[in-house]
């Protein structure tokens, strides 16, 4: 059903830009590959310390709060690793946009860019897209950076700006993106984005209107540089309809033709892992990353539309653990505990649910209590092998994020 599908996928917006005046369709940019591994020297945000990643360095200070975890994953670009689940959705994708949308010398309308580096400036994160100072996108608890002047991109709308600041008019961008979240089977601190960015001109929008020589593309506005004028309802409206028509012919290639009998709706993302999970039946974000033959060898297929299930591995059992402590009485974000979590614990640790909060009736300080779920992807956990990690997560919460325990 294709609408079931949607409605499994994460929800997208429209936006409206105004391409920049003067500005041709020009020659595509080479984009700086990610193909190394980054190294830590020092303690992170100690001062002094630095982090080597993709053949820079990058001194560290206050901003700085990259964990091991997630600097071992950059370069990884699953994405561009032939017959991963991940690559095997990009590709599809590639080839519905290549087939259907072509220029006028017969040649893909939409140039793709999936080897951009994901290390950016906050101004390519943020500012670049009208998010202001302040904002809370922009936390450090939601966000990773290696100092105040870089960071690893949110997401893929971080190459917006410079790619239409080339002459870029439409075109694709897939990478690995960033963010601090929760920890369950559905979300990882490394995900992947595929999004599409087409720039109508007035005669583009227009043509084949009837009277569409008299249409505008904004109406008679100030304009800043942090708001530009205001669209004109025609405007909006052929956008709109442009980018529903665009998902409903990608999502229906993908899926295949359906219906939703009496109910209507509009919901759409490009998270290459929800996609692919629902595509492919994984049920574990963390698969994603598995070197498992059993695992890889299910994508290896000839044919990129090959219709593919996931046959699950074995079952391991799950160990759970609970860890009780009093919070800081401030500077203190559950993100810093999910982030502790998967450093200490890696990809041992299945999801952690906050099953209780306490508050002291006369200190008027809060606990927590947490259930963390650990389960190996490829064989048994043991309690003892277990208790081993467990023990090095409290230990850890106390050193790093200045808990007090009620373990």
């Not at 010398?105 to 101004?123: E, H, K, M, R």
């Not at 991109?153 to 601090?180: C, E, I, K, N, P």
């Not at 109406?219 to 669209?231: L, V």
């Not at 048994?380 to 023990?391: A, C, F, N, P």
Request: with cysteine; charged share 25%.
């Amino acid at each position: 059903m294709l609408c079931s599908a949607l409605r499994r996928i994460a929800q997208a917006g429209v936006t409206l830009v105004r391409k920049a005046s003067g500005v041709g369709r020009g020659h595509e940019p080479q984009a700086p590959g990610a193909r190394r591994t980054a190294r830590a020297c020092g303690a992170p945000g100690a001062p002094g310390s630095t982090v080597e990643l993709l053949g820079k360095s990058y001194p560290q200070d206050g901003f700085s709060n990259l964990s091991g975890k997630v600097l071992s994953r950059v370069g990884r670009n699953l994405h561009n690793q032939r017959h991963h689940p991940l690559w095997l959705v990009k590709e599809r994708v590639k080839a519905h946009f290549y087939q259907r949308y072509v220029g006028r010398a017969g040649t893909p309308l939409f140039s793709v860019y999936d080897d951009l580096s994901p290390v950016v400036t906050p101004w390519q994160n943020f500012d670049s897209l009208l998010i202001p100072a302040g904002h809370p996108s922009r936390k450090k608890g939601d966000n990773y950076y290696l100092n105040e002047s870089h960071m690893l991109r949110a997401h893929t709308s971080a190459h917006q700006w410079d790619l239409m600041r080339a002459g870029l008019d439409a075109f694709l961008v897939v990478g690995d993106v960033y963010r601090r979240d929760q920890i369950d089977a559905q979300h990882y601190p490394v995900f992947h984005q595929l999004e599409a960015v087409r720039l109508f001109s007035r005669h583009q929008l227009f043509a084949g209107v009837k009277d569409g020589e008299n249409l505008q593309l904004f109406e008679q506005s100030s304009r800043s540089a942090h708001k530009q004028e205001t669209h004109t309802m025609e405007a909006t409206k052929l956008v709109e309809f442009d980018l529903k028509q665009t998902l409903t012919g990608l999502v229906t290639h993908l899926f295949g033709e359906a219906g939703a009998q009496d109910r209507v709706g509009w919901a759409f993302g490009l998270g290459l892992e929800r996609l692919a999970m629902v595509l492919y039946d994984i049920p574990d974000i963390r698969l994603f990353w598995s070197e498992d033959e059993r695992f890889l060898k299910q994508f290896r297929v000839p044919d990129i539309n090959q219709q593919v299930k996931f046959q699950p591995l074995s079952k391991y059992p799950a160990v759970t653990n609970d860890i009780s402590f009093w919070l800081p009485r401030e500077n203190y974000t559950e993100n810093d505990f999910y982030d502790l979590v998967r450093t200490v614990g890696g990809d041992l640790v299945e999801k952690v649910d906050l099953i209780d909060t306490f508050e002291h009736p006369k200190t008027h300080r809060t606990s927590h209590c947490y259930r963390i779920t650990y389960r190996h992807m490829e064989r048994t956990l043991s309690q003892k092998e277990v208790g081993h990690v467990h023990q090095a997560v409290q230990e850890a919460a106390v050193r790093l994020l200045g808990v007090e325990g009620r373990f």
